[in-house]
C-alpha cells in the first residue's frame, strides 16, 4: 500500500486560540504544545519566544486531552456539568412536564462532545441516568419521590411501555458508530 500522505509536520499550537496578540505579547502562563515535535525542538521554540511550556494533560473545548478516559475520575466534569443543571430546588418548582422538557433538551445533549468522541464508562453512565432519574422525578438527595415506573422502562420507546426519554448508553454508541461508518465509508476525508 503506497501512501501519498505527507508525514506530520510539527505543529506550536498555542493555549488559547482566540488571542491575535504577536507571541512576543502572550502571556508567559498560556503555554505552548508541541504535536509531532521533539521535546529539544519545542523547548527551543519556547526560548526564542519567550513564552511557557504547556503540559498534558490538558482541556480543549471541556474535553480531556492527554487523559486516560478508562477511568471515571476523568470523567468527572461531565458528572459536575450534570449536577449543576440538575439541583434539587429547580427540580422541585418545575411540573412533571417542564422536567421531561428539561430531561430530553438540556441533559440528553449535555454531554454531547464527551460521548461523541469516547466511549462512556459503565460506572459513568450510571451515576448519569441517576441524576437524570432524579431530575425527572423530581428528587433530591433530603427528598424522595416515588417513581411510578422504573428507569430502564422509562427509557423505552411509547410501544414498549416507556416514555421515549433517550438513552445516554445508546447515544454514546450511535455516535461513535457514526465516527466508525464516517472512517470506512469517506477514507480520505482526514
Known sequence: MSS????????????RYGRLAPLSERKSSEGYFGLGVHDTALDEFVQFF??????????????PIGFNVNTPRNWKPLCDQFRKKFSGWKASLLSIGE?????????????????????????VFKELEGLRAKCFWGSSDSNKKMHWISWDIALNALENGGIEISSLRALNLG?????????????NTF
Do not use: N, Q
Open 99 to 123: 422536567r421531561y422538557t428539561l430531561l430530553k433538551s438540556v441533559l440528553g445533549s449535555l454531554g454531547i462532545y464527551h460521548l461523541s468522541l469516547f466511549k462512556c464508562l459503565e460506572t
Open 4 to 15: 501519498s500522505r505527507r508525514p506530520v509536520e510539527p505543529v506550536f499550537l498555542p493555549r
Open 175 to 187: 455516535l461513535i458508530f457514526k465516527w466508525v461508518w464516517r472512517f470506512t465509508s469517506c477514507p
Open 50 to 63: 519567550g513564552c511557557s511550556k504547556g503540559t498534558f494533560p490538558l482541556a480543549y473545548l471541556g474535553l
